[in-house]
């Protein structure tokens, strides 16, 4: 009985055993696959902080080598010297490192530290998940398998790493090597190969209208206006607004008469392209300036005048057109106030040492003598042709100074004499047209008697080692041709004495020694035959030779050279006169009759 007791109280305490076994191993379990995963964590952490250290030491390996081969070379000390510090270094890193964490606490900047790195998420976290997955990937596999995987990764970031650069910058790229071989082209002067290139450049979203209107600059610049203005068109159409630029230069070139259109179709077109600009709100005082322009070839004077005072001071080219316009409304008050206001922009430019062009000059010349200021003129003058010796206008815009300023100082009680001859032989330097030289020479003689300072001037002329040949050529015919033959000939002795192979100066010395008072003929003949063997078949020469050898009665020396003359100078009855005397005493009378029926 009592055995009987004694199991069924065991039976019920191992009932109870195995019903507490059941409650509490689901929590057994829940703590050990708690307590693996933790271990295995672990794990995982120290096969990363492995794999990072063994990729660290990797990377140091040049520094420890370096390292180690010091420590074998340097002496012991040395080395213990430098690990000390080494040592010490790091020392003082770390108590920075926790002052600064100290300080942080102190300060509660936990917060602040907290809410930076949560906020730099989008940062971090990706190269952490990158990270993550790189070490777990490495975990996992075999590294036989890993190192195989190599080829396939680095392909794989190469691929990336060009489909990146290419939708990032690829475009850019190919858009600046289709710029630089569009320049190319058009340095080369293929504009058909430029084309090609503006339409590849468009294919890639290039705009193309900068390129395509600097092309057509060039093939102005080149002379092919009509290419020009093609691609102008292209760019700045007529029916609608376009480029901005182009539309100016159709414009300004229209205006100009450079693109052959008649002069209404020119200002009917100029008006088209001046409302295009409107339209895209171009508002800028060279716009300004052309419609002022085209108003004023519309001959609607007044409104340009008017369109034109605002811009005045900004704009030399404002001044100078409204100071035209206003000569032509005759309002000389406001002519001489734009007058002043170019005046002023030539003097700024010349301040800032700008570069003028030849059209500045002349603006800058035609504000001055509005001005009346003539000294001012020769400045300028002065400092034009010292900028381009070779220019031909400044020469003889100088020169015309010059000679202003000399009739102005004839026109003073006292002339200077010599600064009178200076101006004029510096005019004469610079222009020595015998047109100019001859009416020179002829104000002079026309007033030689009336004012004694002439007289003196053709003197100083006459003895002044300056005074260049051609000058000297000019009075000597101009008193030749008042029949001042004596006075004529020491001109012509002083232009032989500068100049001995001018044969002009020969032929008019040789004419005045057979005219006048004390006429040497043989002197006469010697001095034209140089004339003619210098130029055999000048008319003129033959004619005063001939003339010469006729008063030497060698008739038939003269008939040669007079029948010469006269088949370049038909009616010139001196010749048909001299001819006539010649054959008459040759006894050739119906010869004669002839060339004196000439004379009738």
Do not use: C
Request: aromatic letters at 6%; proline letters at 4%.
């Amino acid at each position: 009985m009592l055995r009987q007791i004694q199991e069924l109280a065991d039976r019920t305490a191992q009932s109870f055993a195995r019903l507490g076994a059941a409650i509490v191993r689901p929590i057994e379990r829940l703590v050990g696959g708690v307590t693996g995963k933790v271990l295995s964590a672990t794990d995982q952490v120290d096969r990363v902080e492995s794999v990072l250290f063994r990729v660290v030491r990797v990377l140091t390996w040049p520094l420890r080598l370096v390292g180690g081969l010091f420590k074998l070379i340097l002496p012991e000390a040395l080395t213990s010297l430098l690990s000390n510090a080494w040592h010490s270094l790091q020392d003082l890193l770390g108590r920075i490192g926790s002052g600064l964490l100290h300080v942080a606490g102190i300060l509660n900047l936990d917060r602040l530290v907290l809410g930076l790195v949560w906020l730099t998420r989008p940062i971090w976290r990706p190269l952490e998940s990158l990270g993550v997955f790189f070490v777990s990937w490495v975990n996992t596999r075999e590294y036989r398998r890993a190192l195989m995987a190599i080829p396939a990764i680095f392909l794989a970031t190469l691929v990336l790493g060009v489909g990146t650069w290419h939708a990032l910058f690829g475009k850019s790229q190919v858009r600046k090597t289709y710029r630089e071989a569009n320049q190319q082209a058009l340095d080369a002067r293929d504009y058909e190969l430029s084309e090609l290139y503006d339409r590849k450049l468009a294919d890639l979203g290039e705009d193309t209208q900068r390129t395509s209107y600097r092309t057509a600059e060039t093939l102005a610049a080149e002379g092919k206006l009509d290419e020009a203005y093609e691609r102008m068109l292209i760019l700045a159409p007529e029916d609608r607004p376009g480029y901005p630029n182009a539309h100016f230069w159709i414009i300004r070139n229209l205006i100009g008469g450079r693109l052959g259109a008649a002069p209404d179709e020119a200002q009917r077109l100029a008006k088209v392209h001046l409302e295009h600009l409107d339209t895209v709100g171009i508002e800028a005082p060279f716009v300004t300036l052309l419609k002022a322009i085209w108003l004023a070839r519309d001959n609607k004077l007044e409104e340009a005048a008017d369109l034109l005072e605002p811009i005045v001071p900004q704009m030399q080219s404002a001044a100078m057109e409204r100071m035209r316009i206003n000569l032509r409304l005759k309002r000389s008050g406001q002519a001489r106030q734009d007058a002043r206001a170019l005046v002023t922009h030539m003097k700024t430019r010349t301040r800032r040492d700008e570069q003028l062009a030849e059209s500045d000059y002349q603006s800058w010349l035609a504000a001055e003598d509005l001005l009346g200021n003539l000294t001012q003129m020769r400045v300028i003058l002065e400092m034009w042709a010292s900028a381009d010796p070779d220019s031909e206008p400044a020469r003889k815009a100088l020169a015309k100074v010059y000679r202003r300023q000399a009739a102005n100082m004839l026109r003073d009680p006292l002339p200077d004499e010599k600064a009178i001859v200076e101006l004029w032989l510096k005019a004469a330097k610079l222009d020595d047209s015998p047109d100019g030289l001859l009416r020179l020479s002829r104000a002079l003689y026309k007033q030689r008697n009336s004012t004694p300072v002439y007289a003196r001037i053709l003197s100083a002329l006459h003895e002044s080692p300056s005074t260049p040949a051609s000058l000297l050529i000019a009075v000597g015919t101009e008193a030749a041709q008042l029949g001042q033959y004596e006075e004529a000939r020491p001109f012509f002795a002083a232009a032989l004495s500068k100049d001995a192979n001018n044969p002009i100066a020969w032929n008019n010395y040789g004419l005045v020694l057979g005219e006048g008072s004390e006429i040497d003929l043989d002197k006469a003949l010697d001095a034209v035959n140089k004339a003619v063997s210098i130029v055999p078949n000048e008319h003129r020469f033959r004619e005063t030779r001939g003339q010469i050898l006729l008063k030497l009665e060698r008739w038939q020396e003269a008939i040669a050279d007079l029948e010469f003359a006269i088949n370049g100078l038909p009616n010139l009855p001196e010749i048909h006169r001299s001819l006539a005397i010649a054959y008459q005493a040759l006894g050739e009378d119906e010869l004669a009759r002839l060339h004196n029926e000439q004379l009738d």
